[in-house]
C-alpha cells in the first residue's frame, strides 16, 4: 500500500504540473485570466467528495468505497481521455535558462508554499480536528473541508474577473488577509458550527492565492512553462 501511495503521488503531481502548465498556456493564447477558474472545478470536485463521502461512510460504513473505487476510475477517464484531445500541444523550450539562474520562481513557489499549507491543513485535518476536538459525527465532520472548498469554488470562479478588475497584487493581499482571519476563527472556536463557518471563510481568502502565483513563472523570458509550473507546485 505504501508503494501504491508513493506512485499515485507521483503521477499526481506530474498530472498537476502538465495541467497547470496548460492552463498558463491557454491563459496567454487567450489574453485573458483563466486559471481560476480551471482550479474552480477542482474545488468543485472535492467540494462534492468531502460533503457526500462523510454522509455515505456513516449511513453504509466503509463497504461501498472499495467497490466504489472501480467506477470512480472508470468515470475519471472518460472524462479525461476525451480532454486530452483537445488540449493545446505545447513545444519543448530549447535552451531555456534553469530556474536556480533566476530568483522570481524561487520568490513565487514560496509564495505558492505559504498559500497551500492551510488549503493542505485544511484538506487533511478538518474532519480529524472537527470528530477528535469536538465530538462531531462523520457526517458534520466531513462538512469542514466541504464548506472550505464550496467556497473556494465560488471564489474561483469569481476569481479571473476579481484579477482583471483589481489587479493581482490587491487580490492577492486581500485574499491573505481574509484566509488568515479564517483560520483563526477555526482554531479559536469551541464547537462545530463556528469552526465549519472558519474554514468557509478560509477558503474564500485561499481559493486565489495559488490561481495567481502559479501562472507568473510562466511569463519568465527562456522560461518554459512546465519548469515554472512545477517550481510553483
Not at 484531445?85 to 530568483?103: E, L, N, S, V, Y
Not at 472537527?130 to 473541508?145: C, K, N, Y
Not at 513563472?217 to 527562456?222: A, F, Q, S
Request: positive net charge; hydrophobic residues 50%; glycine residues 12%.
Amino acid at each position: 500500500m505504501a508503494a501504491t501511495v508513493v506512485l499515485f503521488g507521483g503521477m499526481v503531481g506530474g498530472m498537476d504540473v502538465a495541467m497547470n502548465a496548460n492552463a498558463v498556456a491557454v491563459e496567454r493564447a487567450r489574453g485573458r485570466a483563466i486559471v481560476s477558474s480551471c482550479h474552480g472545478f477542482w474545488s468543485l470536485g472535492a467540494f462534492a467528495g468531502a460533503a457526500a463521502g462523510g454522509w455515505l461512510i456513516q449511513r453504509f460504513g466503509n463497504w461501498p468505497m472499495p467497490s466504489s473505487s472501480p467506477w470512480s476510475l472508470r468515470w475519471c477517464c472518460c472524462g479525461r481521455c476525451p480532454a486530452c484531445w483537445r488540449t493545446p500541444r505545447g513545444r519543448r523550450a530549447q535552451g531555456a535558462a534553469a530556474p536556480a539562474a533566476q530568483p522570481l520562481p524561487w520568490l513565487i513557489g514560496l509564495m505558492a508554499l505559504a498559500a497551500m499549507i492551510p488549503e493542505g491543513a485544511i484538506l487533511d485535518w478538518a474532519a480529524v480536528y472537527l470528530q477528535r476536538e469536538m465530538g462531531a459525527s462523520l457526517s458534520v465532520a466531513g462538512l469542514g473541508f466541504a464548506a472550505c472548498a464550496g467556497t473556494m469554488a465560488a471564489m474561483r470562479f469569481a476569481g479571473d474577473g476579481l484579477r482583471r478588475r483589481f489587479g493581482a497584487v490587491t487580490t492577492l493581499r486581500a485574499s491573505s488577509a481574509v484566509a488568515m482571519a479564517g483560520l483563526v476563527l477555526a482554531g479559536l472556536s469551541s464547537s462545530p458550527a463556528p469552526a465549519i463557518a472558519g474554514s468557509a471563510l478560509a477558503g474564500i481568502g485561499i481559493a486565489n492565492m495559488v490561481p495567481i502565483a502559479f501562472p507568473r513563472p510562466g511569463t519568465c523570458p527562456g522560461l518554459p512553462r512546465a519548469w515554472a509550473c512545477r517550481w510553483s507546485r
